[in-house]
């Protein structure tokens, strides 16, 4: 257990990497709120922007995100408002929509008119993207490091047989049986 507490703290550390406490980005000494790198502006437009809308029978997937688009710049307040980004692939698999909301929040919109596309949403740092239902979302990160070859070498005062006998409780019990059972008493 003891050689895998270094790998254990090089994890720690870097799952906490990129996080930041409230607390450090505003200077002020109230409680340590974290925020995580997937909290985004987007999701905050996503959120609290409200709208209403009204989709004639027969509205594409590319009418339907450039109102949306339109109508978030519209109603931010620094007037950036949300991009869309519409794979081909989705863009040729959407069905036409047709669709009434009344004050709903904009991720509420976005998701019924997907649904009803039959296509699905992903949020990224700049943009949404709207891709095909098929198409796999989730992000895979794959990250390399490099560690000394004595970063995972057991002590220089135990070999590996030792190491192994302990670990797997062989000569437990003194009787050289092994497999961890008490000796049998006469």
Do not use: W
Not at 40 to 55: A, E
Not at 94 to 112: C, D, G, Q
Not at 136 to 142: A, E, K, P, R, V
Request: aromatic fraction near 6%; include cysteine; charge should be neutral.
């Amino acid at each position: 257990m003891n050689r895998f507490l270094p790998l254990l703290v090089l994890c720690l550390a870097l799952g906490l990497q990129g996080r930041l406490t409230a607390q450090e980005s505003a200077g002020t000494t109230s409680a340590p709120v974290v925020l995580t790198r997937t909290t985004s502006d987007i999701d905050q437009k996503l959120k609290n922007t409200f709208l209403s809308l009204d989709f004639s029978p027969g509205t594409t997937i590319e009418q339907a995100t450039t109102f949306l688009s339109i109508e978030s710049k519209r109603l931010d307040p620094d007037h950036k408002g949300i991009n869309f980004i519409i794979q081909p692939d989705a863009s040729t698999s959407a069905k036409p929509i047709s669709l009434t909301l009344n004050n709903v929040p904009l991720r509420e919109a976005l998701r019924y008119v997907c649904l009803l596309a039959n296509v699905k949403f992903k949020v990224q740092d700049y943009a949404i993207s709207i891709v095909p239902l098929s198409q796999n979302t989730d992000d895979l990160i794959t990250r390399t490091f490099t560690v000394e070859p004595s970063f995972v070498e057991p002590p220089s005062n135990v070999s590996l047989d030792s190491a192994a006998a302990q670990a797997f409780g062989e000569n437990a019990g003194g009787n050289g049986q092994g497999g961890g059972r008490p000796a049998a008493k006469p």
